[in-house]
């Protein structure tokens, strides 16, 4: 028994010693793992917190434009654009803000909101429709540089069509006739037989002379 205790002492006198060596770097260590953990969470229930906001702020935008309210569309696209710009809705309100400005004719304010709305989205659709806008509202401004290169960058097989007949429309607007063409037979080529676009391309083929293949 003796042994036993003196043994059990010996680990006690061990710890001890380890404990006044190392404990306060161990008392540290937790105290940051733990900050760590209380951070994470806050900023994980913060952002569930921000994205039923931005959800009640946008349901606003579409109601208020379903109304033809357009100083209360606009409002509520500010605050996602302003206060919840980090959450998917902000670069969807920068959309319809974009629209409204397109219909009042303010093509400087639509084009800002669509180059904001495809430099922050990160859903690869809401960023091919807005480069798309972009390119549009270039064109009918005569940027045709610029629109150009909006529509150079990577998109989605999906909106492949679509790119590549607004290119030919760009390129027509520059008088370049056969780059067009061979952006509309771009255009044409990826679509199904049955698409309703694909009688649309092959119309613009035959105002320049060119037949659909």
């Known amino acids: 028994m003796a042994t036993y205790d003196l043994d059990e002492q010996e680990r006690l006198d061990e710890l001890k010693a380890w404990w006044k ?12 793992l733990f900050a760590a953990v209380a951070g994470w969470r806050y900023w994980q229930n913060r952002a569930v917190t921000q994205s039923l906001e931005a959800a009640s702020v946008y349901e606003k935008l579409t109601q208020s434009l379903a109304a033809n309210d357009a100083k209360a569309a606009r409002e509520a696209g500010a605050m996602l654009i302003d206060q919840y710009k980090v959450t998917p809705y902000a670069p969807r309100a920068a959309l319809l803000l974009a629209k409204l400005n397109v219909a009042d004719k303010d093509l400087k304010s639509a084009q800002t909101q669509l180059e904001w709305a495809a430099a922050n989205s990160k859903e690869p659709a809401v960023k091919d429709l807005a480069r798309l806008r972009l390119a549009g509202v270039q064109l009918d401004q005569k940027q045709y540089d610029a629109a150009l ?9 999906a909106f492949a069509f679509r790119f590549h007949d607004l290119r030919g429309d760009v390129l027509l607007a520059q008088g370049k006739q056969d780059e067009a063409r061979t952006a509309y037979q771009a255009a044409f080529s990826t679509l199904q037989e049955d698409h309703p676009y694909r009688n649309i391309i092959e119309l613009k083929l035959d105002a320049i002379g060119g037949a659909a293949k």
């Open 21 to 32: 060596r190392w404990g306060n770097l161990v008392l540290v260590g937790l105290a940051v």
């Open 149 to 157: 290169k909006t529509l150079s960058g990577k998109h989605s097989d």
